[in-house]
């Protein structure tokens, strides 16, 4: 199985920060990767897919980029509704895996 | 507007079954590629099974031989059939969709609201 890993595993950033997520794949993946938010009891949500398609309806201030086994999540502008905990997922190879998420907090 | 609904969550001893539902409207779900994806109390996301349009299932190495995913197309529902349960079972359930126009099965933009199974004695 393809192994993803996220850092941090949490992070604390002000209202306005530029805030960056990392996820790495254990081997090639190309750009077949996705990015989900989930907040507090709720199911997760697909924010970026492809690596850096913006699904819609999603705020233009997230953003994504990367191929291969190195991927990056932006927040541009942290607002206090992102407060939740955030997953990649590879879908090149069976089974899909989700990395361990990413828990984002406001300071 | 496509909608899914998990039920068939509860509390079930070790060793014991249950099957899970979810009921889909707003779309046809033998149509399209339809997952299971769980997640253990306070821990990340684990895909489980899926079955594709075409009737092809795979499951997951933890649960293969255990679960079974299906649908039933007159109910437009979605399955799964969980025997043997272990109490690392135990998590919340939840039923996808890939999203519509990107052909890529795991691309989960739909999702329901998940449904709690706790294994223990």
């Known amino acids: 199985d393809i192994q993803m890993t996220q850092s941090p595993s949490s992070l604390s950033a002000s209202v306005g920060d530029r805030v960056t997520i990392t996820c790495q794949a254990s081997?090639?993946?190309?750009?077949?990767l996705n990015w989900y938010q989930q907040k507090p009891g709720k199911a997760p949500k697909l924010l970026i897919y492809?690596?850096?398609n913006l699904e819609t309806g999603v705020p233009s201030r997230f953003s994504g980029s990367g191929s291969g086994t190195d991927f990056t999540f932006t927040i541009s502008s942290l607002q206090p509704e992102d407060i939740a905990t955030y997953y990649c997922?590879?879908?090149?190879?069976?089974?899909?895996?989700f990395g361990q998420g990413t828990k984002v907090e406001i300071k | 507007e496509v909608q899914l609904v998990e039920s068939g969550g509860g509390l079930v001893q070790p060793g014991g079954s249950l099957r899970l539902s979810c009921a889909a409207s707003?779309?046809?779900?033998?149509?399209?590629?339809m997952s299971w994806v769980r997640q253990a109390p306070g821990k990340g996301l684990e895909w489980v099974s899926v079955?594709?349009?075409?009737?092809?299932?795979y499951y997951a190495d933890s649960v293969k031989g255990r679960f079974t995913i299906s649908r039933d197309n007159s109910k437009n529902t979605l399955y799964l059939q969980m025997n043997s349960l272990r109490a690392e079972d135990t998590a919340v359930y939840y039923c996808?969709?890939?999203?519509?126009?990107?052909?890529?099965?795991?691309?989960?933009?739909?999702w329901g609201q998940g449904t709690l199974v706790t294994v223990s004695s």
């Open positions: 079955i594709y349009s075409g009737g092809s299932t």
């Open positions: 081997q090639d993946i190309s750009n077949y």
């Open positions: 707003g779309f046809t779900v033998s149509s399209n590629y």
């Open positions: 996808a969709r890939e999203s519509i126009g990107i052909a890529a099965p795991f691309t989960l933009a739909y």
């Open positions: 997922q590879q879908y090149d190879n069976l089974p899909p895996t």
């Open positions: 492809d690596a850096s």
